[in-house]
């Protein structure tokens, strides 16, 4: 079983991560060649190989592991979709990364998780947490603060294709484990993709 762990810059996500003891994909570290915005079909490819690298090491641990966790979604096509819902990316970035994730589902490349569990806390409790983090600078902090909102829009349509697979606050380690989630039927279908364009708001 995949689980995806998600939320805005200083959820928690790390730190839960690695408190459950799980074997875990960490989260994409920046190497200073990723692709400027001036030619968005070449951010698109660049971030959908990322991330499909990300859900094939996914795979791999999951073949020995029962349960595998991703810090953040290798789907991360929602970035791009919250970033325009709040003003700050124009809507073709997200159109050229969802025409490559969708090549990635039909390639068997990518894929929803089994279980997603997304941690929203109050902008209050961010600040909190982000003061208390020596250990990152997180530049981006006010930006992607904004993007709570349009990040639960996302996963609340996610939802909706196969209710039941996503979770609003982290659970115990040990309970993942003991609930009997069912495997997602189809996790790389194009299909399912589709419906989930068609449930979220039009950009």
């Known amino acids: 079983m995949i689980v995806v762990v998600e939320g805005p810059s200083a959820a928690g996500k790390t730190t839960w991560c690695h408190r459950s003891g799980l074997p875990v994909v960490e989260e994409y570290v920046p190497s200073g060649r ?15 190989e990322v991330n499909s690298a990300r859900w094939a090491a996914a795979r791999k641990l999951e073949m020995h592991n029962p349960v595998v966790l991703c ?22 970035r997200f159109a050229e990364e969802l025409a490559a994730v969708r090549r990635a589902f039909a390639e068997d ?12 806390p109050s902008m209050a409790t ?18 992607h603060a904004q993007l709570s909102d349009p990040l639960r829009q996302w996963y609340h349509a996610l939802d ?15 309970d993942l484990q003991a609930r009997l989630f069912q495997p997602r039927s189809e996790r790389s279908d194009p299909a399912r993709l589709d419906r989930l364009m068609s449930l979220l708001p039009k950009l």
Do not use: M
């Not at 990723?34 to 959908?48: F, I, K, L």
């Not at 979709?81 to 700050?88: D, F, S």
């Not at 490349?109 to 929203?120: E, K, P, S, W």
């Open 34 to 48: 990723e692709p400027d915005r001036s030619d968005v079909s070449a951010q698109a490819a660049y971030w959908t």
């Open 71 to 92: 810090d953040t979604d290798p789907v991360k096509l929602h970035y791009s979709w919250c970033l325009n819902r709040i003003g700050v990316a124009p809507r073709d």
């Open 109 to 120: 490349r990518l894929g929803f998780a089994d279980v997603v569990v997304t941690a929203i």
């Open 126 to 143: 961010l600040s909190e947490h982000r003061q208390a983090d020596h250990t990152r600078q997180r530049r981006s902090f006010d930006l």
């Open 160 to 174: 909706g294709i196969e209710p039941g697979h996503v979770l609003w606050q982290f659970p115990e380690p040990s």
